[in-house]
């Protein structure tokens, strides 16, 4: 199969280093399915990439790893999946399976995993091949458009049900009003947790959607006391848990103080720098627990794609502008200016 199609690629490291090139279509062997593209959604560290900011992707490499779209051509030892077939796909594409973390299916943890836009050629393109374990099929109410968003809620999913237990009664502060800020707070809204929602003012729209949204409170913190705010919803105890999906230092030790004694503080943001100080003594003192959430893996999924089904999710309001393919360097900049919530690019804007 000597086709031949366009994709977005990062070609070598630094800051762009991107092409629209030609590239043959991958061919479906073994168990691998070859899916026709729909949408892709631009990801926060597909901007790092492009910016030469993020050390995970091997070069040249198609970017592109939250997508739907159909099945067109199965390997040979493909069972479940079949042609015709409304799909998405986890993210991981090769992983050892020899490793204590392979053995629990904790994909995202194995160290030799190779990952769809990142090792392995992703969504970018008018085709991209995924593995049949990490396929999921689509419920017939979803759009391409809502399932091309399954990918980050899912790493949401992992930090709200997998990383931490949020809870009906629970109070919490999601910091950080982008794309996984306000997935966050849209899964914490369907359980009924009380949340509190804060941003600088620049994201004054953001925290004004986060409020049709659900969001109990919302705090522009460079305008008002977030102490006072905490402080009067909690009795003067503190939140139960804080989302931090800001990767902002000056947001995350200003939360802590705030917590409940033994409160559950999750890290879903990426930080700029490798070290950072932390306001460790706060930790130490109220004993909250500081966890890490790492992507997502097998068993977020069904639950991410359950959320988006059943209408828990805004779908319609998160995606805020599409492009096609060859319009993809427009798309990007769209993201960086920043006033966007999340842009999809259509691969195949005739067909779907």
């Not at 493909?78 to 077939?85: E, L, P, Q, R, S």
């Not at 919803?233 to 004694?261: E, F, I």
């Not at 977020?300 to 059943?310: F, R």
């Not at 779908?315 to 096609?324: G, L, N, Q, R, V």
């Amino acid at each position: 199969m000597s086709e031949m199609m366009k994709g977005v690629s990062k070609q070598a490291p630094g800051y762009d280093q991107m092409e629209f090139i030609d590239l043959p279509v991958p061919e479906a062997t073994e168990d691998k399915v070859l899916i026709k593209v729909a949408y892709t959604g631009i990801c926060g560290s597909d901007i790092h990439t492009f910016k030469g900011e993020y050390k995970n992707p091997t070069t040249p490499v198609v970017l592109g790893h939250e997508f739907s779209g159909q099945v067109v051509a199965v390997g040979d030892k493909v069972a479940k999946v079949k042609v015709g077939d409304r799909v998405t796909s986890e993210t991981t594409f090769t992983v050892c399976n020899e490793c204590d973390y392979c053995k629990e299916k904790q994909y995202n943890l194995c160290p030799n995993r190779k990952g769809i836009g990142t090792q392995q050629n992703g969504s970018m393109a008018n085709y991209v091949l995924a593995r049949e374990e990490s396929i999921h099929l689509l419920p017939d109410g979803l759009s391409y458009e809502g399932a091309a968003m399954s990918e980050p809620l899912a790493c949401c999913v992992h930090a709200m049900y997998q990383k931490s237990r949020l809870e009906l009664q629970d109070k919490i502060i999601i910091m950080g009003p982008g794309p996984i800020g306000l997935f966050l707070l849209q899964i914490a809204k369907d359980i009924g947790a009380f949340v509190i929602m804060t941003g600088i003012t620049k994201d004054a729209h953001r925290l004004e959607l986060a409020k049709k949204m659900g969001a109990d409170v919302i705090v522009d913190t460079m305008k008002e006391d977030l102490t006072q705010v905490v402080e009067a919803v909690t009795d003067g105890y503190g939140v139960d848990k804080v989302y931090d999906a800001s990767g902002a230092l000056p947001a995350v030790n200003a939360s802590l103080p705030l917590m409940r004694k033994q409160g559950v503080f999750v890290q879903v943001g990426l930080f700029r720098d490798k070290m950072n100080e932390l306001d460790l003594e706060t930790i130490i003192q109220r004993e909250i627990e500081y966890v890490g959430s790492r992507s997502q893996n097998p068993y977020d999924w069904p639950i991410a794609i359950h959320l988006l089904a059943k209408g828990a999710i805004h779908i319609d309001e998160m995606i805020t502008k599409k492009y096609p393919l060859e319009e993809w360097r427009t798309a990007f900049d769209k993201v960086m200016e920043g006033n966007e919530i999340k842009v999809m690019i259509e691969s195949n804007p005739d067909e779907f």
